[in-house]
């Protein structure tokens, strides 16, 4: 049985952000094989062209986690009916200069929690698009639309009993994903 990292990308910088509460939680429903790695992205400077020949070290160091990972798994709030600037900075970071993308192949997985009743559906979907584009096979089903409420975490902040057999589900599926898009 082969050891599995994950690069998780927070699309909340906040604290206390419900996402990153979300990211930490869904992580202990994977097999121990599987190790979570939440990636800094607050520190990237925003992308700019004329820096793709002289990349900040944050930027290294971005590009590296994704590359040392066997998957990605993306946890996203919705801003605005998209994914949030950061998230975005960091996608465009990770996938420069042309031809030197760190995501090309990697399996990636989209959660993301939202108070409101459609959860992050427009978030993800434009995630999805981005995805695409830069050659990352994304679990399509089942679809995780998470929406806040009492219950979605129990009282130590693990996945409480309403939305654990969900996301149980959902992290299998994801497990098998990775397992079936790596070498």
């Given at each position: 049985?082969?050891?599995?990292?994950?690069?998780?990308?927070?699309?909340?910088?906040?604290?206390?952000?419900?996402?990153?509460?979300?990211?930490?939680?869904?992580?202990?429903?994977?097999?121990?094989?599987?190790?979570?790695?939440?990636?800094?992205?607050?520190?990237?400077?925003?992308?700019?062209?004329?820096?793709?020949?002289?990349?900040?070290?944050?930027?290294?160091?971005?590009?590296?986690?994704?590359?040392?990972?066997?998957?990605?798994?993306?946890?996203?709030?919705?801003?605005?009916?998209?994914?949030?600037?950061?998230?975005?900075?960091?996608?465009?970071?990770?996938?420069?200069?042309?031809?030197?993308?760190?995501?090309?192949?990697?399996?990636?997985?989209?959660l993301g929690v939202s108070p409101g009743a459609?959860?992050?559906?427009?978030?993800?979907?434009?995630?999805?698009?981005?995805?695409?584009?830069?050659?990352?096979?994304?679990?399509?089903?089942?679809?995780?639309?998470?929406?806040?409420?009492?219950?979605?975490?129990?009282?130590?902040?693990?996945?409480?009993?309403?939305?654990?057999?969900?996301?149980?589900?959902?992290?299998?599926?994801?497990?098998?994903w990775v397992e079936r898009h790596t070498d």
């Amino acid at each position: 049985m082969s050891q599995y990292t994950i690069a998780v990308f927070v699309g909340s910088l906040r604290q206390h952000s419900i996402n990153r509460r979300l990211a930490t939680a869904v992580a202990d429903l994977a097999p121990s094989y599987f190790e979570f790695k939440q990636v800094q992205i607050g520190d990237l400077p925003l992308y700019d062209q004329d820096d793709d020949a002289n990349q900040a070290d944050s930027v290294k160091r971005l590009k590296d986690d994704i590359k040392t990972a066997q998957g990605v798994l993306f946890v996203t709030p919705e801003y605005n009916r998209s994914i949030p600037g950061v998230l975005k900075n960091a996608i465009d970071h990770a996938s420069r200069p042309y031809g030197q993308s760190a995501w090309t192949g990697k399996p990636a997985g989209i959660l993301g929690v939202s108070p409101g009743a459609t959860g992050t559906c427009m978030a993800q979907q434009h995630l999805r698009n981005i995805l695409a584009t830069l050659d990352m096979p994304t679990l399509g089903q089942p679809e995780a639309f998470i929406q806040a409420k009492d219950g979605l975490f129990d009282a130590n902040g693990n996945i409480g009993t309403d939305s654990k057999e969900f996301l149980q589900s959902w992290m299998d599926q994801y497990v098998a994903w990775v397992e079936r898009h790596t070498d």
